[in-house]
């Protein structure tokens, strides 16, 4: 028996663990990480910034008026880089495995975009 749950306990933490992958890092940490203070009314500012933060998503009230998705998206705007140097900071911040569910949701993100909006190709069976 004792063995029995002893398997179950890991089986759970490995679902959880495969599950924590598809998550993106809470968009609050990256914010606090990239300078931002949260203010009474729970907006994010700091640097000509107003952003909101709802979920996985955010938007900037200040001047830009710009909203998104994404810890990825986030870090692009913030520090006004490609996606490269914004997937370099967070790994330089959170670290591999924190980076690699980052970017695992982003793809995620993109390929359900993808596949809502592009025309599929008409096969077209060869002669």
């Known amino acids: 028996m ?4 002893q398997n179950l306990t ?9 599950a924590n992958l598809l998550r993106d890092l809470p968009l609050e940490e990256v914010a606090y990480h990239l300078g931002l203070h949260q203010n009474r009314q729970g907006n994010w500012e700091g640097d000509g910034h107003a952003i909101k933060i709802i979920g996985a998503k955010f938007y900037d009230y200040s001047g830009a008026q ?4 994404g810890t990825i998206n986030l870090a692009m705007y913030l520090l006004q880089c490609n996606f ?3 997937v370099a ?3 330089d911040i ?6 690699l ?3 695992t949701h982003h793809a995620k993100e993109q390929a359900k975009e993808i596949i809502s909006t592009e025309p599929v190709p008409e096969f077209v069976a060869p002669e």
């Open 84 to 86: 490269r140097q914004a």
């Open 101 to 103: 569910r980052a970017v």
């Open 10 to 18: 890991w089986t759970l933490n490995l679902w959880q663990a495969q």
């Open 66 to 69: 710009y909203g998104s998705g």
């Open 89 to 91: 900071w967070l790994h």
């Open 2 to 5: 004792e063995a029995r749950v």
């Open 94 to 99: 959170f670290g591999e495995s924190e980076t």
